[in-house]
């Protein structure tokens, strides 16, 4: 496996690649132009000089997170072609710099999503924390406000103002599609796009919702084993995978993460995995701990020593950390926490890898 880094982009990240590459056991980062608005083609040249910045800092540029999907093709209106068809110039572009993994997710109208954005922790550090009452009971636009006030000046993947400027209409819109219309625009998706990624070499990889369940009436749908499954067999390509996120997943007791871990990367279909931990405080009230398996909730060694023995070798980032030792920024992106977390997974890998071969 090859562990890397979220990182924003210069403008967009407090965190430079230069802290980056001291992180011991890094090979790149995982980047995204956050300001090409979604459906747009990402230009070629605009690529190209973004894979020298990082490689001119010591790094690889070979997954990219997100590409978002347009809501056109999430809704299956027949506007949606014109948007496959930039999706895939976007994919060619990206294969252009040596891009192997594209990390997206197809959640309607948002992405992830949690009620406070920087929780005080006993030890004085903070965190992100989701209630399930709280996000059932708040209008979507009251959230997407209190987020906005919360991000401390950053735009939030997934909370961009273009995708939220319209978010009662977008919901609306939604109102009728049914949750097997939406599997079907989710296939027609990775039909077109499917053997364009096969032709490129570019893996996709989609992420699971977060959390794993219907959230403002929208449909939710890569949340659990058996949908993920579903997922895969709208699509058999080896190139039709999913970012297998720990935290997203595990966020409902039902799904077992080792045993998820074991049959999708088992069978080649995990591309990139977010790993961290999470402390529950009831049955869907959590909030994001430190990754350590004593902090929160996962046992994060029967994690990784799933990764192990389905010999992963795709790519690994560390999730959302929380917020220590005075770091302000990107709530879930700061630098150090994160850091703390790829220095304990590695330290896992190598224990149980020694531990094998003795
Ligand atoms: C949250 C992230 C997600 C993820 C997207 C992928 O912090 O894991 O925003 O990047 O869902 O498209």
């Not at 699971?208 to 219907?214: A, L, Y």
């Not at 996962?298 to 799933?306: C, G, Q, R, T």
């Not at 560390?318 to 977390?341: K, N, S, V």
């Not at 890998?349 to 531990?355: F, G, L």
Request: with cysteine.
């Amino acid at each position: 496996m090859k562990i890397v880094f979220r990182w924003f982009g210069a403008g967009f990240d407090k965190i430079t690649l230069e802290h980056i590459r001291q992180i011991p056991g890094i090979s790149g980062v995982v980047t995204s132009l956050m300001d090409i608005p979604v459906g747009e083609v990402w230009p070629l040249e605009r690529l190209k000089a973004l894979q020298k910045q990082v490689e001119d800092a010591g790094l690889a540029l070979e997954v990219i997170e997100s590409v978002n999907i347009h809501e056109d093709i999430k809704l299956g209106v027949p506007t949606r072609d014109r948007y496959i068809e930039a999706y895939i110039q976007t994919m060619k572009h990206l294969s252009q710099i040596g891009v192997k993994v594209i990390c997206y997710n197809f959640m309607p109208v948002l992405d992830w999503v949690r009620s406070e954005l920087a929780r005080p922790l006993p030890d004085g550090s903070n965190t992100m924390a989701y209630n399930h009452d709280y996000v059932m009971k708040i209008d979507p636009q009251m959230l997407s406000k209190a987020v906005g006030e919360q991000s401390n000046g950053y735009e939030l993947p997934g909370w961009e103002p273009d995708r939220l400027k319209e978010m009662a209409a977008t919901i609306a819109k939604y109102q009728t599609v049914t949750e097997e219309q939406y599997w079907q625009n989710i296939k027609y998706f990775l039909d077109a796009v499917i053997p364009w990624a096969e032709k490129y070499d570019v893996k996709l990889a989609i992420h699971p919702d977060d959390p794993p369940w219907p959230i403002f009436g929208l449909p939710r749908v890569i949340n659990s084993r058996d949908n993920i499954r579903r997922f895969l067999e709208l699509n058999n390509s080896p190139y039709n995978g999913i970012t297998l996120c720990t935290g997203s997943l595990g966020s409902d007791r039902a799904n077992d993460l080792p045993s998820l871990i074991r049959e999708f990367a088992g069978e080649g279909r995990v591309h990139f995995a977010h790993v961290r931990n999470l402390k529950f405080e009831s049955d869907k009230d959590f909030f994001e701990s430190a990754h350590l398996s004593s902090c929160g909730s996962f046992d994060m060694f029967a994690i990784v020593k799933a990764f192990y023995d389905a010999k992963f070798c795709g790519y690994i980032r560390t999730d959302h950390g929380r917020m220590i030792w005075g770091e302000t920024g990107r709530p879930g992106y700061g630098l150090y926490d994160r850091a703390l977390g790829i220095t304990y997974i590695l330290g896992l890998w190598e224990a149980i890898d020694k531990i094998e071969s003795y």
